[in-house]
């Protein structure tokens, strides 16, 4: 019966394992990287546990439209060894956001290499904090 279903819907079976192959693949290169995902729902129990800082890496003008409470602004180009700010920052649980995910790996990358420990990055960025229907503030 399974193998009848498989034979009768095998691009769909071959597409249902490329995606969870192709999910899993990026879940464990992350954790290899030692940047841990987030989702916006389970992000208050890592801002119970001290100190803590969410990072917003968006381009100022975008940050001042929206951003989620509490956040600071360093733009991904702002990201580097000679911002002594930002450096302050590198003993807490560090949470990067970026508007929709993509920039927030690349930052993550940067901050692990500045000395950075516990960096996690918000799945969906600002979009899926704003999906779950999450406070956002602006300025």
């Not at 990067?96 to 993550?108: D, E, P, R, T």
């Amino acid at each position: 019966m399974f193998s009848e279903f498989v034979t009768q819907n095998i691009l769909w079976v071959g597409a249902f394992v490329l995606v969870a192959n192709l999910l899993i693949l990026s879940l464990i290169q992350g954790r290899i990287k030692g940047v841990a995902m987030v989702s916006p729902l389970a992000m208050p129990q890592l801002q119970r546990g001290g100190k803590w800082v969410i990072i917003d890496v968006n381009e100022a003008s975008v940050f001042a439209n929206a951003h989620i409470p509490d956040s600071v602004n360093y733009p991904l180009s702002k990201i580097n060894a000679e911002n002594t700010d930002l450096l302050k920052h590198r003993d807490k649980t560090t949470i990067v956001v970026c508007q929709n995910g993509s920039q927030s790996s690349k930052a993550a990358k940067l901050l692990l290499e500045q000395g950075f420990t516990d960096v996690h990055v918000l799945q969906g960025g600002l979009q899926g904090w704003t999906k779950e229907n999450l406070p956002v503030a602006s300025d």
